[in-house]
């Protein structure tokens, strides 16, 4: 099987661009909402055709031979161990079962890599940029989900590439929140400016016009207390900045979801998961990008500033999930890091 995605901004649309690509005999293995890149919702469609259909003119872009298919008896034993796996995850059903039916599909005789390129073909990977950016970005999230430290390492990663970085923070009611951040900020010399409403937030931007990039920090939002998510939408709202979410990911996976969905309506296209060294059911991760329509961006595993990130892959993302697949030889599958 050959699979491609097909993105359109309802399911009408995306099913007649299936239909003129790649047939009526397509298969549809996947669907589900997403965030597009102006926070507006889309929908995408991943189909299936047979590979001896998908090119019957033109072969110059057929995938690599270096792909491993597996028999039918193989096959069952495949689907097995990945279904395994999401499950030890704590994977929602509705997530679980658009994985699985992709792997299946992709006929691929080593779970790890069935796994991977289910992963790579469902999910969207987005780091934030090393160095500067067009927009400042504002980590929003649930108390407790590691903002503050994700600010400090995203900071750090960009001003050790040579950055001109500010930091400006809005989390001025939990105690010691200005102190840890102003800690780190003196240590690294990176300007810090604090900001309790959405004008002083507005003033606050213009003074680190010149700086490469942007960084700034907020309060805890829960997001099922509508008092708390109004004010957040009367902070983005105030100021032209991405939103990014910042998300544990020790976090029961369906609440993760829901979470997710709720801040994703309020901007945010792409999320770091944190606390990963410290959760053994990652579950969560994929809710969270599958309900909120959310892109992967970077991963948080250590509670070091310096080398604090990593953008996260669909390989990273697989041995994640499936540590042994660092064994595994992923260059078969003809999947890019």
Not at 93 to 101: D, K, W
Not at 209 to 216: L, M
Not at 274 to 290: I, K, M, P, Q
Not at 301 to 317: E, I, N
Request: glycine content about 6%; overall charge negative.
């Amino acid at each position: 099987m050959r699979l491609k995605s097909f993105t359109a901004k309802n399911t009408k649309e995306a099913m007649q661009m299936v239909r003129e690509e790649l047939g009526e005999d397509a298969i549809i293995v996947a669907t589900h909402e997403e965030k597009n890149a102006v926070g507006g919702r889309q929908v995408q469609i991943t189909a299936a055709i047979e590979r001896d259909n998908f090119y019957p003119d033109d072969h110059q872009d057929e995938p690599n031979e270096d792909w491993m298919y597996a028999d039918d008896d193989n096959e069952t034993m495949v689907i097995e161990e990945v279904t395994e796996t999401l499950l030890r995850h704590t994977v929602p059903e509705n997530v679980l079962e658009q994985i699985v039916s992709c792997a299946s599909v992709l006929g691929i005789d080593e779970p790890r890599l069935a796994l991977l390129a289910a992963v790579e073909n469902l999910f969207r990977f987005n780091p934030l940029p090393s160095e500067g950016a067009e927009k400042p970005f504002m980590m929003i999230g649930p108390p407790g989900a590691g903002k503050t430290l994700a600010v400090a390492k995203v900071a750090a990663r960009s001003a050790i590439n040579g950055a001109n970085v500010a930091v400006i923070t809005t989390d001025t009611q939990r105690a010691g929140g200005v102190e840890q951040l102003s800690a780190f900020t003196n240590l690294m010399d990176i300007d810090l400016k604090v900001a309790k409403t959405p004008l002083e937030l507005k003033e606050a931007l213009l003074q680190t016009r010149s700086h490469d990039q942007v960084i700034i920090d907020t309060s805890g939002t829960n997001p099922f207390d509508n008092q708390s998510i109004k004010a957040l939408a009367q902070l983005i709202g105030a100021v032209d900045v991405e939103p990014v979410l910042i998300l544990p990911a020790n976090m029961h996976a369906e609440e993760a979801g829901e979470t997710a969905e709720i801040f994703a309506n309020l901007g945010a296209i792409r999320f770091i998961p944190t606390r990963v060294d410290v959760s053994r059911r990652l579950g969560s991760l994929l809710a969270a990008a599958y309900q909120g329509g959310l892109s992967f961006a970077d991963v948080s595993g250590t509670a070091k500033v310096a080398d604090g990130l990593s953008h996260l892959t669909s390989k990273r993302l697989t041995q994640l999930l499936m540590p042994k697949a660092d064994g595994v030889k992923m260059k078969k599958a003809n999947i890019k890091d």
